[in-house]
């Protein structure tokens, strides 16, 4: 026997050992059969039964894991057959970086849409119009530091600007206000890109903001080779932007709206405790959280794990400041309502993380048997299959293209 069908075949002994092989079969086939589920009543984090909530937006800002937690809900939606706002262009773009408009979006066949869950930029009187009035908002934010990182790499500014340096985002972050006038463009994906996505009117912050702090500038911009971004000795001195009172009011009354009307904030350092306490407020299952570990998006490149001196951190706070401030509170946000949830919560992460881990490994075989999930403390009963597993690999455009087949040929059909 060879050594894969072994493997294989001790793998399903395994399998039948701790899952009741015998009981799964018939569920696996109609699942397969069908490719979808129709479940409602869900276990709250006491174990009694609560109605999971299907309408619902997630604004999708911009690097901050957002591609895996589409994934999630794309499959969340596509196996309950529920519509979702799709772009009407290729791409994940629902009319951003502007407002959404009706050309924007594909028309729905039923009238009404379920789930938003491309890029938006939010704007509550323009989103509460086009879904259901029970629809929750969530989104998801990182540390800016991070995000930054990731900006850089995404909109390969490193190369854009002919930044020469082992760490370019450190090299940027000591004189942020000299890119701003020479590089106008590119610059804004730089600052408060995850409060812009969330909405923020950041112009409007910038007029009642007043300039601060005296800070070097370098000089020769104009005489000096567009690869020379740093500078040892001339310079001037220009303001620094810092938010000022006004502005301070406006931005901390704007992130309380946000608060208010959003369920949730997830934050990608914490991703599986967001995902845990999405599914509580959500009255989801256990199984419509799993993702694939093989983290999407990842790409490797030089400067990602590089730390940054204490004044290039102080001039990132500066420069993104709104961004600082959503982060600020929406972390603490996120913790206060993980203490709100009891020890309960833990003992759930925990069950979560290996049930997320058993599950990969499961996928990973390609095996063709089925296999179920108990029924714990958490979440009722559940079968895997093969099926699941392909969807629990697809990529955001992967999605794309299954929903607005479904969605074209449901048109087409009235």
């Known amino acids: 026997i ?28 109609a699942l397969q059969r069908h490719g979808r589920v129709e479940r409602t009543d869900q276990l709250d984090s006491s174990g009694q039964g609560c109605r999971e909530r299907t309408n ?7 690097k901050c894991g957002s591609h895996t937690t589409t994934c999630i809900l794309q499959r ?12 009407s262009e290729d791409g994940p773009d629902i009319g951003y970086p502007g407002s959404i408009h009706q050309g924007d979006y594909l028309p729905s066949p039923g009238g009404v849409f379920n789930i938003i869950a491309d890029h938006i930029r939010y704007k509550k009187e323009v989103v509460s119009q086009l879904m259901p009035q029970d629809t929750a908002y969530f989104a998801i934010l990182r540390h800016p530091l991070g995000h930054l990182k990731s900006v850089f790499n995404w909109r390969k500014l490193a190369r ?24 106008s463009g590119f610059v804004r ?51 620094r932007p810092e938010l000022a009172p006004r502005a301070t009011n406006i931005l901390q009354q704007y992130i ?3 608060d208010r009307d959003f369920v949730l904030v997830m934050i990608l350092e914490y991703y599986d405790e967001s995902l845990v306490m999405l599914k509580r407020l959500m009255c989801w299952g256990i199984r419509d959280i799993l993702y694939d570990l093989n983290v ?19 001039n990132h706070r500066r420069w993104s400041a709104a961004d600082y401030a959503f982060f600020s509170h929406f972390n603490s946000t996120l913790w206060n309502k993980i203490s709100s949830q009891g020890p309960d919560f833990y003992e759930e992460l925990d069950y979560f993380k290996f049930v997320n881990k058993d599950v990969n490994w499961y996928c990973s075989m390609k095996l063709e048997t089925t296999w179920m999930i108990p029924k714990s403390r958490w979440n009722e009963a559940f079968v895997l299959n093969r099926t699941f ?21 449901k048109w087409w059909h009235g």
């Not at 619902?56 to 911009?62: G, L």
């Open 56 to 62: 619902f937006v997630f604004v999708k800002v911009h």
């Open 296 to 314: 999407r998006n990842n790409e490797a490149y030089r400067y990602k794990h590089m730390g940054f001196t204490e004044t290039q951190k102080l």
């Open 2 to 29: 060879g050594v894969t069908p072994l493997f294989t075949l001790i793998a399903t002994v395994w399998l039948a050992a701790n899952a009741g092989l015998k009981e799964v079969w018939p569920y696996g086939a």
């Open 76 to 87: 969340f939606g596509y196996e309950r057959d529920l519509t979702f706002m799709l772009p």
């Open 160 to 183: 854009a600007w002919r930044i020469r340096a082992e760490n370019p985002v450190g090299r940027f972050l000591e004189t942020p206000w000299y890119y701003r006038k020479i590089h």
């Open 189 to 239: 994906y730089t600052k408060n890109l995850m409060a812009f996505d969330m909405g923020l009117n950041l112009s409007y912050i910038n007029r009642n903001n007043r300039p601060m702090l005296i800070v070097p500038f370098p000089e020769q911009q104009h005489r000096q080779p567009l690869g020379t971004v740093h500078f040892e000795n001339e310079t001037k001195t220009e303001s």
């Open 389 to 409: 597993c392909e969807w629990l690999s697809l990529k955001r455009w992967h999605w794309d293209s299954k929903l607005k087949e479904r969605h074209i040929r």
């Open 256 to 258: 309380r709206t946000i």
